[in-house]
């Protein structure tokens, strides 16, 4: 019997069905990149929908790409801009549920909640 996979394997939370860099806009020459990458990770990230499409040059370790600079740089931007999304539709606490560690530690978690575009700004004059 042929094992089917759940999750979302063709959409991205931070690019839906569209095939481009997402940081170039390229559209040739792509690999996916599972946002949260290693042994384990990317059935986790396919099954939520935490990959993006990058430019291989920008993919590969060997090349320099963000694999050789793990949680740094463009792989941290990633982690952050994923989570981000995550939390519009869910909470900061389901969010560390699947992936066990706060990759917007400065940040709020209602601070992208919808609020019908009004937000409570903390120390302002009255």
């Known amino acids: 019997m042929k094992r089917v996979r759940k ?6 939370i931070l690019q839906g069905k569209a095939k481009y860099c997402y940081v170039t806009g390229r559209t040739e020459g792509l690999d996916k990149h599972h946002i949260y990458h290693g042994p384990g990770w990317r ?8 990959w993006v499409y990058l430019w291989q040059p920008l993919h590969l ?4 790409g963000l694999h050789k600079y793990p949680n740094t740089g463009l792989d941290l931007k990633l982690k952050q801009d994923c989570q981000r999304r995550f939390e519009e539709t869910h909470t900061r606490e389901e969010f560390m549920a699947i992936i066990g560690k ?12 919808d609020n019908d575009g009004f ?7 009255e």
């Open 102 to 113: 706060n990759y917007l530690e400065n940040e709020n978690p209602q601070a992208n909640a």
């Open 61 to 64: 370790a060997g090349l320099g």
């Open 119 to 125: 937000y409570l700004l903390e120390g302002g004059e």
């Open 7 to 12: 999750g979302s394997h063709s959409y991205s």
């Open 43 to 50: 059935d986790i990230s396919d099954r939520h929908g935490f």
